[in-house]
């Protein structure tokens, strides 16, 4: 199964409302395919800094767009009951006329939100663990009508799911996941598997994603899955953009931006997230890149 190469852009909820509107429809109007949304409770690097709630925010979106689609990239299944949360997701379903994404993850044992916010901070091993369960309840409330679960971790009984979901059979999963049993999750349940490399030098990530693709196709054998009909997805990462100030270093030249995108398309990436730039300097760069060079590199893989 082939997808079309598309970008998505994920943005922090950290500006004020009108520019975050500006941004999205200035993005759908440069013809990217995928806005993205952070989620957190707080910027987890800087807690006093302004944030907004990712879903809210999307509902907005929704309404005030009409072409690009939106998702969570992604949301922390610490933060909300999985019911809930795919009755969030079937309601923007609605609202964006069949545009929405479920993004999914574990979230950062690292956050400050959770204190915050009094939830439990459950240790890696259990928010794997949870997550397998989180994410099928998901899955089976948007498919099914009526839905009745009981798991370890979570419980649900004969959940009703009406109206049924503008998109069929229900809006696409996508899994944020990087390690072994993360990633058997993906291979399980996701439509879309997303991950991202920490390491520093550009090398060392696309080594790191290169060996996750490898892994990822053999839990899709070991499922019985075709390993072609999960979509992989891969946001670039600078690690130095924070210290450096926010610049981003694929935003420095077009050439270098190319050169990043092709390697990491040749890796069997079909879905290229950019962050949008933390530095309002850049803005310019990634306007001409989305507007001049995007369709070049989509043109190329057409076929």
Not at 186 to 208: H, P
Not at 273 to 302: C, K, T, W
């Amino acid at each position: 199964m082939g997808f079309p190469l598309r970008f998505h852009v994920l943005s922090l909820p950290n500006t004020p409302w009108h520019e975050m509107l500006g941004r999205f429809r200035r993005m759908e109007d440069l013809g990217i395919e995928v806005g993205a949304i952070a989620d957190h409770f707080v910027d987890w690097t800087n807690p006093p800094s302004p944030w907004f709630e990712s879903w809210a925010l999307l509902a907005a979106l929704a309404s005030a767009t009409n072409t690009i689609r939106l998702t969570t990239c992604v949301a922390q299944i610490p933060l909300r009951n999985p019911a809930m949360h795919a009755r969030q997701a079937l309601t923007l379903d609605h609202i964006s006329n069949g545009r929405i994404e479920v993004g999914l993850g574990t979230g950062l044992t690292i956050d400050p939100s959770y204190a915050m916010a009094g939830l439990p901070n459950w240790d890696a091993p259990e928010r794997v663990a949870r997550f397998g369960e989180y994410v099928e309840i998901v899955d089976r409330l948007l498919t099914d009508e009526v839905t009745t679960f009981h798991g370890t971790y979570y419980d649900v009984d004969g959940a009703f799911m009406n109206p049924r979901p503008v998109q069929s059979p229900r809006p696409p999963i996508m899994v944020g996941a990087m390690g072994p049993r993360m990633m058997r999750h993906a291979a399980r349940w996701a439509d879309i598997w997303n991950s991202l490399s920490f390491e520093v030098a550009f090398a060392d990530q696309l080594a790191e994603t290169r060996t996750r693709c490898a892994q990822v196709d053999t839990y899709c054998t070991d499922l019985g899955r075709d390993a072609a009909s999960l979509q992989r997805s891969y946001t670039m990462f600078d690690a130095m953009a924070r210290p450096n100030g926010g610049a981003i270093s694929y935003y420095t030249s077009a050439d270098l931006f190319t050169e990043m995108v092709e390697s990491i398309v040749a890796l069997g990436i079909t879905d290229v997230g950019l962050y949008y730039p933390l530095d309002p300097s850049q803005v310019p760069m990634f306007e001409h890149l989305a507007s001049e060079v995007l369709p070049q590199i989509r043109n190329r893989h057409a076929a």
